[in-house]
């Protein structure tokens, strides 16, 4: 099974998954148009053991849809190209049993209630908790979290790693967070 988008820097990908300690055969699609997003919520998905195939627009997404079963999609609102609401449309139209978490960075409510009103599991603003976000996932998929097979610490230290990367002010590079003993 493979999925193809164009992801950091234009390069095809194909669909993506990252190992973890417990193998799982539960597929969760993530679309978004950033790159830092697909890699840090990747990363946290496939570190509570999914398989994620990631999309960095809606038009691949949708074509993956038409020859694969979807159980559960992460969706970003506010992309470029086909935007979430209308990726949103047309997977009701084309799989109306894959559940939709949506997520956004940025509040809109008439956005919200229009997920709300076609049935998304849930909805989220960026950035997210966690865990929040996980037990969402879950329950998507028909089941319960298991605390134990999170690895939240390890999640929030690549994604905190990835916005001070990205940050304006924080320069090329990432900045050490730890400060020297001054004496006074």
């Known amino acids: 099974m493979i999925a193809t988008s164009h992801i950091e820097m234009?390069?095809?990908?194909?669909?993506r998954t990252t190992p973890s300690e417990k193998p799982s055969s539960e597929i969760v699609c993530l679309v978004d148009d950033d790159p830092m997003v697909l890699r840090s919520t990747g990363f946290l998905l496939a570190s509570d053991g999914f398989d994620v195939c990631r999309f960095d627009n809606g038009e691949d997404f949708i074509a993956y849809v038409a020859s694969h079963d979807v159980p559960v999609v992460v969706l970003d609102i506010w992309m470029k190209g086909m935007n979430g609401l209308e990726v949103l449309a047309?997977?009701?139209?084309?799989?109306?049993?894959?559940?939709?978490?949506?997520?956004?960075?940025h509040e809109d409510a008439a956005a919200r209630?229009?997920?709300?009103?076609?049935g998304?599991?849930?909805?989220?603003?960026?950035p997210f908790a966690d865990e929040e976000f996980l037990e969402a996932?879950?329950?998507?998929?028909g089941h319960a979290p298991k605390l134990s097979s999170r690895k939240p610490s390890l999640?929030?230290?690549?994604?905190?790693?990835?916005?001070?990367?990205a940050s304006?002010?924080?320069?090329?590079?990432?900045k050490s967070t730890i400060q020297p003993d001054r004496k006074r």
Do not use: D, E, Y
């Open 10 to 15: 234009g390069a095809v990908a194909q669909k």
């Open 120 to 126: 998304t599991i849930a909805f989220f603003i960026k």
């Open 168 to 174: 304006p002010r924080s320069g090329m590079g990432l």
């Open 90 to 105: 047309r997977l009701c139209a084309m799989s109306p049993q894959t559940h939709v978490i949506v997520i956004t960075g």
């Open 113 to 118: 209630i229009t997920a709300v009103q076609i």
């Open 155 to 165: 999640w929030r230290a690549f994604r905190n790693a990835c916005r001070r990367a």
């Open 137 to 141: 996932v879950h329950r998507a998929l």
